[in-house]
T-cell receptor, first 117, second 114 residues
């Protein structure tokens, strides 16, 4: 079955530094990969979508890379701020019939990012 | 504000009871997804509706059912509730039903079963 791996341990980063989060997946080759932010007790919020033929996508201080050979996506937040502290989820379009966990998008469990002032 | 509304925000009920959670998708979105998120757990996919039709089921218990109405709002019915059903329930909407579409999540309904 499909597996999406994100660091289960919290990531502590000093304010102003670049935070880098990792999303690894196995087996299936998704055509799309998305990143979401989730604050405690709130619904996830869409951040970025990257296609398999795109190596990199940027939006303000956010950057996502997608390496289909390594089966890995990296999510970067530059000039990090305490307000960036949240859980970040990656999501891939792995169909249920291919072992995905959901229809449409299969979500990883997320990495908890803490930006220290 | 995602444009997705969910009611109620909080629900406290007793074991064995039945509740209905309601979701209104963003204007123009045809897909509605339901997820369950327990403490420290990831998003568990329950069910997906597209334009009124059930499209896919995940790990949804037989005690749970859902439907999407002609106006595209959706309801999730949970019956014979157990303590373990206590969780945050999210609905999300998207324009299409594929992974190429971003999902917009509602604020969630926090269900507490006592």
């Amino acid at each position: 079955s499909q597996k999406i791996e994100q660091n289960s341990e919290a990531l502590n980063i000093q304010e102003g530094k670049t935070a880098t989060l990792t999303c690894n997946y196995t087996n299936y080759s998704p055509a799309y990969l998305q990143w979401y932010r989730q604050d405690p007790g709130r619904g996830p919020v869409f951040l970025l979508l990257i296609r398999e033929n795109e190596k990199e996508k940027r939006k303000e201080r956010l950057k996502v890379t997608f390496d289909t050979t390594l089966k890995q996506s990296l999510f970067h937040i530059t000039a990090s701020q305490p307000a960036d502290s949240a859980t970040y989820l990656c999501a891939l379009d792995i169909p249920l019939y291919s072992g995905g966990g959901a229809d449409g998008l299969t979500f990883g469990k997320g990495t908890h990012l803490i930006i220290q002032p | 504000d995602s444009g997705v509304t969910q009611t109620p925000k909080h629900l406290i009920t007793a074991t064995g009871q039945r509740v209905t959670l309601r979701c209104s998708p963003r204007s123009g979105d045809l897909s509605v997804y339901w997820y369950q998120q327990s403490l420290d757990q990831g998003l568990q996919f329950l069910i997906h509706y597209y334009n009124g039709e059930e499209r896919a089921k995940g790990n949804i218990l037989e005690r749970f059912s859902a439907q999407q109405f002609p106006d595209l709002h959706s309801e999730l019915n949970l019956s014979s509730l157990e303590l373990g059903d206590s969780a945050l329930y999210f609905c999300a909407s998207s324009y299409g039903g594929l992974g190429s579409y971003e999902q917009y999540f509602g604020p969630g309904t926090r269900l507490t079963v006592t």
